[in-house]
């Protein structure tokens, strides 16, 4: 049997910005830059992802919006 997680309802969409916490004092931002559907119709997340202060490289990456919910809140 499997279960699913209930979802966090918020839709991201191109140039919101979220958040998450990644120590006590330490938030990481990440911008979105695109919402896609894959071939299998999962829908994917790329955005860019910065530590202000620490690294503003802002690295480019992609995940499933599923996964995405869980990780980052809006800011």
Not at 1 to 15: A, H, L, Y
Not at 19 to 43: C, F, M, N, W
Request: proline residues 7%; aromatic residues 10%; without cysteine.
């Amino acid at each position: 049997m499997f279960f699913r997680r209930p979802g966090s309802g918020i839709t991201p969409t191109q140039g919101d910005i979220f958040q998450r916490r990644v120590a006590y004092d330490l938030e990481e931002t990440a911008p979105i830059k695109a919402v896609t559907i894959g071939s299998q119709g999962i829908q994917h997340i790329t955005f860019r992802i910065s530590t202000p202060g620490i690294d503003d490289r802002s690295d480019r990456r992609i995940l499933a919006a599923d996964v995405f919910s869980e990780m980052y809140h809006p800011s």
